[in-house]
């Protein structure tokens, strides 16, 4: 099974462009700068056309044309989710609305617990859809993407409420974790990605077996924390829709078996889930390897 590299596309000066563009010549000017990027990006990288491509054609039994139609589509709505993540970052949430479905259940982490998404829709923009419970939130994420964009994305975060936790090769990141629970805050996973060196564990996910992460729900177990699946996904240029599902607790037992047996349960959950809203929303899954190979 291929794993992803760990490494985001992109640049400090894109960045820049698109904040400079929300903010002096609004958001539907980005959008339109959009448009040609996505064309350039449909042409300019053959390992994510082909990965994709196969998703659409393959696993979705799209035709040739409206699978090549669709990547034109899922990089559009990307650069979409950039802009939008960049806008809501740097203080511009109010130019977005946001629907709930399932918010009685967040409501119940008084205690904080523990957020599991993927790669679907925009997870930063639904992470400001939580404001309503007043916990600080900790995003973790994989250590990928250069040190520039993250100090750049640093500097425009204006909600201290919002914290990123990068995962390393020192392990310093299980102690921010582990803080932070303590702290009764929200910790947030992307539960559709891995890099080498990971636990994994096998499901069928659109009709093939794929690999997910175990680190998530072994968390979960260990810190005895309720677990929801959450995925903010964008429903027109202003909205977005956030689903979240009833709290889990998944026990610590003592016999590795046994909780093994509950973590699987639970992953298993979680694939179905993810398998719906991306059925759902095929357009804005962004996985630009080959998830299943």
């Not at 990307?78 to 949430?93: E, N």
């Not at 409501?107 to 829709?121: A, F, K, N, Q, Y």
Request: net charge positive.
């Amino acid at each position: 099974m291929a794993s992803w590299e760990g490494k985001s596309r992109g640049s400090v000066f894109g960045y820049r462009i698109f904040v400079w563009s929300i903010k002096h010549l609004g958001l539907n000017f980005a959008y339109f700068l959009c448009t040609i990027v996505s064309a350039y990006f449909v042409f300019a990288s053959k390992k994510a056309f082909g990965s994709m491509f196969y998703f659409f054609h393959i696993r979705l039994k799209q035709s040739r044309l409206k699978s090549i139609i669709s990547i034109y589509r899922n990089y559009y709505l990307l650069g979409q989710g950039l802009i939008d993540k960049t806008a809501v970052l740097s203080g511009l949430k109010d130019k977005f609305n946001f629907i709930h479905e399932g918010k009685e259940h967040l409501l119940e982490m008084r205690d904080g617990g523990i957020l599991i998404s993927g790669h679907i829709g925009n997870w930063e923009v639904g992470g400001k859809a939580l404001d309503f419970l007043d916990k600080k939130i900790n995003l973790v994420v994989l250590d990928g993407e250069g040190q520039a964009i993250k100090n750049y994305i640093s500097d425009i975060l204006t909600d201290r409420n919002v914290h990123f936790i990068k995962i390393g090769n020192d392990f310093s990141h299980l102690f921010e974790i582990k803080q932070a629970l303590a702290n009764k805050e929200l910790i947030a996973f992307l539960g559709d990605r891995f890099i080498d060196g990971n636990q994994t564990v096998r499901i069928d996910f659109l009709g093939e077996p794929a690999l997910f992460p175990l680190g998530p729900w072994h968390m979960a177990s260990y810190f005895n924390v309720p677990v929801s699946y959450v995925f903010a996904v964008k429903e027109s240029r202003k909205q977005y829709r956030f689903y979240a599902t009833p709290l889990k607790i998944i026990p610590y037992v003592r016999n590795p078996m046994q909780r093994s047996a509950l973590i699987m349960d639970s992953i298993k959950e979680y694939v179905s889930e993810f398998e719906r809203i991306t059925r759902k929303y095929p357009l804005q899954w962004y996985n630009y390897y080959n998830f299943w190979k």
